[in-house]
Antibody, heavy 118, light 107 residues
Framework: QVQLQESGPGLVKPSQTLSLTCTVSGGSISSGFNCWSWIRQPAGKGLEWIGRVCTSGNMNSNPSLKSRVTISVDTSKNHFSLNLTSVTAADTAVYYC??????????WGQGILVTVSS | DIQMSQSPSSLSASVGDRITITCRASQSITTYLNWYQRKPGKAPKLLIWGASNLQSGVPSRFSGSGSGTDSTLTISSLQPEDFATYYCQQSYSTPVTFGGGTKVEIK
């Protein structure tokens, strides 16, 4: 059974970079053809897909965030990461990592609250 | 981007009730429509994929239907553990997008 767990700082200062890691257990991150996504939910708002990286190395992201988002995979550590640059208070949210198949998100982490504040 | 809207945004119901939640896309998404359940402090759980396919392990009281722009999630007999927020999501095109959610509360 694949399990995902987010980790990273819960507080980030405005204009800095938000960095989160999702550790995968119960299977290899590089087995098969899988894509690994980040999704977030600001308080009182809906879910927003941030982007994904696939085991092929391809990455795509939400155009609303595109220039600020990098998602990468570290197969040696069996985890994937999110970097979101130049954060503002609008980036305060619960961040989830998730996996398909495809865009049918079967596997989710528990979520991590990240607050952007000075 | 494809916009997803859900109705109602909230509803109150009793155990044993049959409820229906509607999701509408801003353009046709054929059957690329998923439904999730989310409880406070928990990750979303996939209930229905491809508009009408029950995810493994999900009780049969949940069902989905629809195609094109309109889809529905039905719970045939509401159980205490079903009080949660439900989201639809289109997987037809990127960026994938979610509905705003429907909160199901105890009457």
């Amino acid at each position: 059974q694949v399990q995902l767990q987010e980790s990273g700082p819960g507080l980030v200062k405005p204009s800095q970079t938000l960095s989160l890691t999702c550790t995968v257990s119960g299977g290899s991150i590089s087995s098969g053809f899988n894509c690994w996504s980040w999704i977030r939910q600001p308080a009182g708002k809906g879910l927003e897909w941030i982007g994904r990286v696939c085991t092929s190395g391809n990455m795509n992201s939400n155009p609303s965030l595109k220039s600020r988002v990098t998602i990468s995979v570290d197969t040696s550590k069996n985890h994937f990461s999110l970097n979101l640059t130049s954060v503002t208070a609008a980036d305060t949210a619960v961040y989830y990592c998730a996996r398909g198949p495809g865009f049918d998100f079967v596997y989710w982490g528990q979520g991590i609250l990240v607050t952007v504040s000075s | 981007d494809i916009q997803m809207s859900q109705s109602p945004s909230s509803l109150s119901a009793s155990v044993g009730d049959r409820i229906t939640i509607t999701c509408r896309a801003s353009q046709s998404i054929t059957t690329y429509l998923n439904w999730y359940q989310r409880k406070p402090g928990k990750a979303p759980k996939l209930l229905i994929w491809g508009a009408s396919n029950l995810q493994s392990g999900v009780p049969s009281r949940f069902s989905g239907s629809g195609s094109g722009t309109d889809s529905t999630l039905t719970i045939s007999s509401l159980q205490p553990e079903d009080f949660a927020t439900y989201y639809c999501q289109q997987s037809y095109s990127t960026p994938v997008t979610f509905g705003g959610g429907t909160k199901v509360e105890i009457k």
